[in-house]
């Protein structure tokens, strides 16, 4: 199958590394892939240029490269054209230029499918891909959607899909109270990931921690609400209040404003750790004990770092946000523990989490036990069954699209 993927842009984030995953299996799996990042502009060219090194996955440009001289002789008729008759023809023109573009990628790619990943590239396939190409369409419905509105837009991007997938329940809400059907093609699949040969990837001992630390990481984008700042209170805590200085904190994320914030605010704290970005996740989850998100994200739906977590074997601490309660469950018990206890403003409470930390931390054997729910967890995550059931998905599409 040859597979057009489209997405605002590759960056750190969960729907975006998730999608270069997907693209892997699904070439290991023998089928062809394409992409087209909406804003090309705003592309991590280093986490894009690692995955093109594993991948014989094919770019595709958004539009045909500009022809400068071209666009001012048109802007010129334009005006002209303007001046006699009040009437604009540039807009149009425009439009039947991106219509001949993307017939022309059709003709030249043969893809038989767009798979669109977040709200935006959803809105481009159904409206200007898809007509363009006849090809049929899946969308992919990420935590954006809980945040949108506009009823009357999904409402029309409803009559253009001929598939579905979802990492949430919740993230069907919008869907519903538009008043149409859901489409019949449609599964709920988590943001699957290869499962770690080891966890030999960054060593305690390259960023000053010791072998007999209890070490507590998280791994997330570097915004407010994913609640780094309660997993460092939490931790400064057992420090003050506890002694219990063999507790480390690791916090990785994109060196954006909000964690250089926090990085020069608790810099005198020598068990705060952090490292900055990382573009190989599991390459820093192996120094963990164990792996903590006191996520308040209102969007959040199925957290790639509780993947990651689980994947080798490290419990988590998490808010029973979005699919995180089953994302931790298996048939024996669950990888980790869920703290849902709050302050008066809606944000999780870090003496909880302190608190459970601590447990951990003094009970070794339920530290191990969890580890192997962890692993178990993880089953439910591997990528090769994540690309089959998107297979499924995209085989059903073709046959309702003839």
Known sequence: MRILHVINCIEIGGAETFLLRLMKELENQGHVNFLMTLSQEQNNQALLAQFLKKSNAKILLKKQPENKYKSYIMCKINGLYK???GKEFYDNLL??????????????????????????????????LKPAMNVPLVITSQGCYNDFENRAAVSRLMDQIDGMTFVAEKNLKIFHETGKPLPPNRKLIYNGLERPISSDGIKRSEIGLLKEDFVVGQISRSIETKGMEVA?????????QHQLDAIKLVLIGPENDYYKSLKERYKTYSYILFPGVALNPTDWVG????GILPSFFPSESCPSSIVEYLSLGKPALATPIGEIPTMLS???????????????????????????????????????????????????????????????????ALFKYG
């Open 83 to 85: 001046r006699l008759t």
């Open 95 to 128: 439009e039947k230029q991106a219509v001949d573009y993307y017939q022309k990628l059709k003709r030249d790619t043969n893809v038989e499918l767009i798979n669109s990943h977040l709200l935006s590239s959803d809105f481009f396939a159904a409206e200007l």
């Open 232 to 240: 460092i209170n939490a931790v400064i805590h057992l420090h003050k």
């Open 287 to 290: 120094l963990f004990d164990i």
């Open 330 to 396: 298996c048939d024996g018990g669950i990888g980790g523990k869920i703290i849902a206890e709050t302050d008066e403003q809606g944000i999780p409470d870090s003496m909880a989490f302190a608190a459970q930390i601590q447990w951990y931390y003094e009970h070794p054997e339920s530290l191990k036990e969890d580890s192997e729910f962890a692993l178990d967890a993880f089953t439910k995550f591997e990528i090769s069954k994540t690309a089959e059931e998107y297979l499924d998905i995209y085989k059903k």
